[in-house]
């Protein structure tokens, strides 16, 4: 594998809110996030608020640069669905990304795989990009099971996408026991885990397509461990959870991601 191609991986953060903000929070923390970020050339930077306040985010952001994110969707795009929120929804309401296969929703909404991977065909023929999130459980990695369960997570929910749209798939790698815990996993643990699922995207892929894929870590990242994750060349930016809310410190991760500093234009 050649640095000068993991190189051309344009680091990537996502700030997802989860079930936090109300929508005069969020449209505050939108326009902190913007005061500190509002611009950032070097990173990629999406704002996954809570669906109710997409709207009021996106006109915060607007023309900013930063960019929307949803937290989850639904694979039919209307219909008797009570509750569910579609990607043609999403799109209206200002997103580019959305979020698929939160191990919250796998864990506490039994979200399987098969679902995720409608989720994913339903984001892409709508022109949304994807954060795909993937993680083995505690009890998975201390029965050795790691590595089994991210290539079946990998392998199932992304069944039938085409190589040619990969460049629209960014992987979240998020161990379980790292989600919310102040459990971040090692730079060496993430290293492991990113450089094991590109080579199940080799596998599936093929070699260039594995190389050009970004790869997220997620799971208690924070402005005081981000610099040392995101020096590591496999990580490729990160999925913010708790230090999102915060807009010092996801400013902070962001700036960590650049490589140090947040290169405004
Ligand atoms: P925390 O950063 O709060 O651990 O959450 C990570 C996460 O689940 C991001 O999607």
Redesign the pocket.
């Known amino acids: 594998m050649s640095s000068r191609k993991i190189g051309t991986r344009r680091k990537i953060v996502?700030g997802?809110w989860k079930m936090n903000t109300t929508i005069d929070g969020a449209v505050d923390l939108a326009q902190e996030v913007v005061r500190r970020l509002g611009n950032t050339r070097n990173v990629e930077v999406v704002l996954c608020p809570p669906f109710p306040n997409l709207e009021a985010v996106y006109r915060v952001i607007a023309g900013t640069g930063l960019q929307l994110g949803g937290q989850n969707l639904f694979w039919e795009d209307y219909g008797a669905y009570t509750g569910e929120v579609s990607a043609p929804m999403l799109t209206a309401a200002g997103c580019e990304w959305v979020?698929v296969g939160?191990?919250?929703r796998r864990h506490i909404m039994g979200e399987s795989n098969e679902m995720v991977n409608r989720k994913l065909h339903a984001a892409l023929h709508h022109d949304l990009s994807v954060m795909l999130?993937i993680g083995e459980t505690k009890e998975e990695r201390h029965a050795g099971a790691m590595e089994r369960v991210l290539r079946v997570q990998l392998e199932q929910s992304l069944e039938r996408i085409d190589a040619g749209a990969m460049d629209r798939i960014v992987i979240?790698y998020?161990p379980v026991w790292?989600?919310?815990?102040g459990e971040t996993a090692t730079p060496a643990q993430a290293r492991e885990a990113h450089a094991f699922v590109r080579t199940v995207l080799g596998e599936l892929f093929g070699q260039e397509v594995a190389e050009a894929t970004r790869i997220q870590y997620?799971?208690?990242?924070t402005a005081a461990n981000a610099a040392e994750l995101m020096g590591e060349p496999e990580i490729d930016g990160a999925?913010?959870?708790?230090?999102s809310l915060k807009p010092d410190d996801f400013a902070e991760i962001v700036r960590a991601a650049g490589g140090g500093r947040a290169i405004l234009g």
């Not at 999925?239 to 230090?243: D, K, N, S």
């Open positions: 996502g997802n979020i939160h191990s919250e999130a979240a998020e790292a989600i919310g815990t997620g799971g208690s990242v999925l913010v959870g708790g230090a």
